[in-house]
């Protein structure tokens, strides 16, 4: 089965991290504005998942999540959970650490693609 997104090394071992220290955790990839696009790492009770998000899978036994908007410009590729040096966003848990998630991404080739969209149409009959 194709995953829609998945992480890098560095990114599950700064996942354990942030759950060591807070518990449990999710993503939501971020559609702009003050964090620009970008994989954002909040508590659960942090932020609303509703209608308009769609859970692309895990990480790190991680829920990782995307607005519908969001989604129409990445669904046709693989998100890639990594990690950078630096500071990232002001909202994402692992601010102050001096690394930051970051979204990676890969196009699908039709092979994958086609079996993507065979189980989203088996999910919507």
């Known amino acids: 089965m194709v995953e829609r997104v ?3 090394p560095a990114a599950l071992a ?3 991290e942030m ?6 955790i999710m993503f939501h990839q ?3 504005c003050c964090d620009n696009s970008a994989a954002n790492c909040y508590l659960p009770t942090d932020l609303t998942i509703g209608s308009q998000d769609i859970k692309l899978g895990e990480v790190g ?4 999540y995307i607005g519908k908007l969001q989604y129409e ?4 590729t693989q998100l890639i959970l990594d990690v950078i040096e630096g500071s990232g966003g002001t909202f994402s848990l692992e601010g102050n650490t001096g690394r930051a998630f970051h979204t990676r991404s890969r196009l699908f080739t ?6 993507i969209e065979a189980i989203v ?3 919507l009959a």
């Open 110 to 115: 039709d092979d994958e693609w086609a079996e």
């Open 30 to 32: 971020s559609g702009g």
């Open 73 to 76: 410009y990445w669904k046709h």
């Open 61 to 64: 036994e991680v829920p990782f």
């Open 121 to 123: 149409e088996r999910d």
């Open 19 to 24: 759950k060591a220290l807070h518990g449990q």
């Open 14 to 16: 700064l996942i354990e």
């Open 6 to 8: 998945i992480a890098t």
